[in-house]
Each structure stands twice: as structure tokens, then as C-alpha cells.
């Protein structure tokens, strides 16, 4: 039987808190609520829940252009304490924009016989857009739900959803 699995992206502290090295701002927190009910409704359903989450070594190359962030091991790279991973959820570390890039993402989805993804979290024009470009490239369903992403930038947000439904992303 397929699955449908929930790709839960970077719902972290530095992210989705005000204290944060990277807050997101009051777009990221507006998501929360429906981020909630959709890993309960994906729980609920059988579904698989991934969160995928930035973890940093110190050095990371991409504080070149971000603010250090999501250090491994800190406070700031801890899943947001509204959303806590509850038993059966995976929690998946990455370094850079996709979820798919050198992780263990796709491993999982296979031992769980997820034929979908459903993608929510931050920031839409940066990882929910590599994300879901990745898994285009690989010719694997995704959706991305326009009520559970947020990004810094309201135009740059609007346009990444606008080009992925272009690019063949169903975006709902």
C-alpha cells in the first residue's frame, strides 16, 4: 500500500522564533496552526511525517550568505516546541536547500512505501522550492500547501509558488 508522507521543513527554532538567528517573522508563525492539523491529519490517515530540519557544523559554507543558523547540536536547530515529533515521525538533517540533497530523505520514503509528498514549512522560496524542484527532477508526486509555507520576502513567497505550479507542482 502507498503512503503519503508529510515533509516538514525547517520548523526550528532560528527560524520560527523571535529570538531566532533567521526568524522568519509573523508569516512563519501564522502557519503553525495549520501545520499542526496537517501532521495530525497525516498521522491520522497512516501517513509518514518527515521533519526535515537545517543542522549546521559551525563553518558551514552557507553562513557566507545567512547568518550562522541551525548549528548541530543548538537550540536554534531544535524543532519548534509546538510541533514536537511524536513516535513513527523522523526528523531528517540537512545542509543545504533541498531536503533531498546528501540525506537520508529518500532512504526513508522508500522503507516506507511513500508514493507522495506533501510539503509545508519555511521559507517557500528557498527550501520548499529546492525541495520540491528535487523531487520534480526525480518524477515523484508532490504537493506543496500554500497555507502551511512562509518565506522573509511576501513577493519572493508568491513567485515561488507561482513558478512551482508552473514547473508542475500542485500547490493547493
Known amino acids: 500500500m502507498s503512503k503519503t508522507a508529510l515533509i516538514v521543513t525547517d520548523l526550528i527554532n532560528d527560524f520560527l522564533d523571535p529570538r531566532g538567528a533567521l526568524y522568519v517573522g509573523p508569516a512563519g508563525r501564522e502557519i503553525i496552526p495549520f501545520v499542526a492539523r496537517t501532521i495530525e491529519a497525516t498521522r491520522a490517515g497512516g501517513g509518514v511525517v518527515v521533519f526535515v530540519c537545517d543542522a ?6 552557507e553562513f557566507a550568505q545567512f547568518a550562522p543558523h541551525a548549528v548541530k547540536g543548538s537550540w536554534g536547530s531544535e524543532i519548534i516546541p509546538e510541533l514536537p515529533c511524536g513516535a513513527g515521525d523522523y526528523r531528517v538533517d ?12 529518500e532512504g526513508v520514503l522508500v522503507r516506507e512505501g511513500v508514493s507522495r509528498a ?4 519555511v ?12 523531487f520534480l527532477d ?6 506543496v500547501y500554500r497555507y502551511g509555507v512562509a518565506d522573509f520576502d511576501p513577493e ?9 505550479q508552473k514547473l508542475g507542482v500542485e500547490v493547493v
Open 138 to 143: 526525480r518524477e515523484f508526486p508532490c504537493r
Open 118 to 121: 506533501e510539503l509545508v514549512g
Open 56 to 61: 549546521h557544523d559551525p563553518d558551514d559554507r
Open 94 to 105: 540537512k545542509t543545504r536547500y533541498s531536503a533531498l540533497h546528501h540525506t537520508r530523505l
Open 123 to 134: 521559507c517557500t522560496s528557498i527550501c520548499i522550492m529546492f525541495t520540491a524542484i528535487s
Open 156 to 164: 519572493a513567497h508568491l513567485f515561488a509558488l507561482k513558478h512551482l
